[in-house]
């Protein structure tokens, strides 16, 4: 809906594999992104304007131990190798609100989004970042979530025009919430599935001991709410839109 093409992605859960070869065909499964070789992945997809990247929230959600860079599903050094070699223009990363807290390792003063952004800068790219709700779309659940936007330091004369993203992404919620009233949307179930509970992936109260919707649920809790996800893609689109 945005116009953008997906090139490539790196996915390693089989049930999201499938779904991602099912609606992306012609993109490129790269597998476990902390094995990707950049440098010929790089000659093969030739420029890339934007990557995106939602790594484990596990090492620095306040649910966990909050390991940081000594867990090893901290996959946040390969999106930077992979941001390194790659050179785009942009970059979208999302997380748990938590990353802005979480210490770089345990016991340390400084937080990881403090190294995350020092590394960022070294690498020759400004950051921006908030945080989104999607209860800020009305949704029934909140589930906040950082949103992070890289933009390459080459584009810092453009940059000087951009309005705020804050405002940016406020006249966004507003448009959204707008939309949703005017088609009479609300929180919750839709009546339809409230009548017939099969319409769910799984009917509510019934064991059913299929394996699938055991990795759909799965799947669904890590999850990015497409609304949210907008906000950081509309914010490079605009960014884009000003050179």
């Known amino acids: 809906q945005l116009g953008l093409q997906l090139q490539a992605c790196a996915e390693i859960e089989p049930y999201c594999?499938?779904?991602?070869?099912?609606?992306?065909?012609?993109?490129?499964?790269?597998?476990?992104?902390?094995?990707?070789?950049?440098?010929?992945?790089?000659?093969?997809?030739?420029?890339?304007d934007l990557i995106s990247a939602s790594p484990p929230c596990q090492p620095f959600s306040i649910q966990g131990k909050r390991q940081?860079?000594?867990?090893?599903r901290?996959?946040?050094?390969?999106?930077?190798?992979?941001?390194?070699?790659?050179?785009?223009?942009?970059?979208?990363?999302?997380?748990?609100t938590?990353?802005?807290?979480?210490?770089?390792?345990?016991?340390?003063?400084?937080?990881?989004?403090?190294?995350?952004?020092e590394k960022l800068s070294q690498l020759g790219y400004d950051a921006e970042w908030l945080t989104v709700s999607s209860g800020h779309f009305a949704a029934p659940f909140c589930r906040e979530r950082l949103l992070l936007v890289g933009i390459s330091q080459r584009l810092k004369p453009f940059r000087k025009r951009a309005a705020s993203w804050t405002l940016q992404a406020g006249k966004s919620v507003k448009e959204a919430r707008t939309a949703q009233e005017r088609r009479g949307i609300k929180p919750g179930y839709p009546l339809e599935v409230v009548r017939n509970p099969r319409?769910?992936?799984?009917?509510?109260g019934v064991k059913s001991g299929?394996?699938?919707?055991?990795?759909?649920?799965?799947?669904?809790?890590?999850?990015l709410d497409h609304r949210v996800a907008g906000v950081a893609l509309r914010r490079v689109l605009y960014l884009e839109s000003l050179q």
């Open 98 to 117: 938590g990353l802005l807290s979480c210490p770089h390792v345990p016991g340390a003063d400084r937080p990881y989004f403090q190294f995350l952004l």
């Open 68 to 72: 940081g860079a000594k867990d090893k």
């Open 74 to 96: 901290d996959c946040i050094p390969a999106v930077q190798r992979a941001i390194a070699l790659i050179r785009p223009k942009y970059f979208c990363i999302e997380n748990v």
């Open 199 to 204: 319409n769910l992936a799984r009917p509510l």
């Open 17 to 48: 594999c499938d779904i991602l070869a099912k609606r992306y065909p012609k993109a490129y499964n790269l597998g476990d992104i902390n094995e990707c070789q950049w440098d010929s992945i790089k000659s093969d997809l030739g420029d890339i």
């Open 210 to 223: 299929n394996g699938i919707i055991r990795k759909q649920r799965s799947a669904a809790g890590n999850l």
